[in-house]
């Protein structure tokens, strides 16, 4: 397996999940560009049959040259069509291929999570990555979040990999609680001898119902810090700009809504401040949680929060 030295240098697996760990679709969405951009082929793809329930994640009907045919939920794992291949350098428009050295090294994992059986269909997964020698796996996942649309979205990497920790200066998660199957799948690599990286973004929670290309780029931005790849953003910069102009549109009719977003604001701007201590951080903390309790946390559905552990990354 890869070692701490070239831990970038091997195959690479992209993993993400629609569902649980998707807010905003963002993870879902930053692994979808990949593919967009890579020259990749559908290597493994597992029975539906097996993990999902139909009534929870139904087939859609589609037109297939003039034949409705059935998509079920699933999830595939792809690769890349010519292995090992560097893809060419990048031009001004920023249309061509991805680049990098690892650009002919990255394999992904694209589907639905799971509805059962995550034993197995962990296994099944392990075993396509063993068989495709993946040297390190790296999840990609969103939360919903108490932070303001108006900022740079959060990113963070964390590792269960004291090696990739040591290799890249990461930390290591210390969640304990409910977890995604990005989890289940994290400790079977690792128990299978394949470092992981997982790598969440922070979706703004009272836009919960909106994909976010906010943060399906800031994502790709992490990813591509991580690994050696450039990754050509397409439209995505102008649709975030778009996303973060609509709720700035929705937000000045809206007084409460305003009024919320510039408490989160002046939260982030606290602990981003170069002076910012862990005193200070901490009273700005106790102070929003003041403002909580006082039921100004945006009402009326806007808090984004439906009954699901989603808001913590470490979840996964």
């Known amino acids: 397996m890869t070692d701490a030295k070239n831990i970038l240098g091997g195959r690479i697996l ?93 394999f992904l994992l694209l589907g639905t999570e799971p509805s059962r059986s995550w034993k197995s269909f962990t296994a099944e997964i392990m075993d396509a990555a063993l068989a495709e020698d993946i040297g390190v796996i790296v999840f990609l996942g969103a939360m919903l979040a108490d932070v303001p649309h108006t900022r740079p979205i959060s990113v963070f990497a964390t ?17 304990e609680g409910p977890v995604g199957i990005l989890s289940a799948l994290s400790e079977g690599a690792e128990d299978v001898g394949i470092p992981t990286i997982s790598i969440w973004a922070s979706v703004p929670h009272y836009v919960h119902n909106a994909p976010s290309p906010k943060a399906v780029l800031a994502l790709i931005d992490k990813l591509e810090e991580l690994v050696d790849v450039t990754i050509p953003r397409g439209s995505l910069v102008e649709e975030a700009a778009a996303w973060e102009a609509g709720i700035d549109a929705l937000a000045s009719d809206d007084e409460e809504m305003a009024a919320y977003i510039q408490q989160l604001e002046q939260a982030r701007d606290t602990v981003d401040s170069p002076e910012a201590s862990g005193e200070a951080i901490a009273q700005e903390f106790e102070r929003y949680l003041r403002r909580r309790g006082d039921g100004r946390d945006g009402r009326d559905g806007r808090d984004g929060r439906d009954g699901k552990a989603g808001d913590d990354p470490r979840r996964g």
């Open 14 to 106: 992209v993993v993400a999940f629609e569902g649980w760990n998707d807010a905003g679709e963002a993870a879902s969405g930053a692994v979808k560009t990949l593919k967009e951009q890579l020259d990749v082929v559908p290597i493994a793809e597992v029975d539906p049959e097996l993990y999902f329930d139909f009534q929870f994640n139904r087939p859609v009907v589609t037109d297939d040259d003039g034949r409705r045919r059935l998509v079920w939920p699933s999830a595939v794992v792809m690769g890349p069509a010519r292995p090992g291949r560097v893809g060419d350098a990048l031009a001004g428009d920023a249309e061509l291929d991805v680049t990098g050295d690892n650009s002919g090294n990255i």
């Open 159 to 175: 590792s269960e990999s004291a090696a990739v920790r040591a290799e890249l200066g990461i930390e290591r998660s210390t969640y």
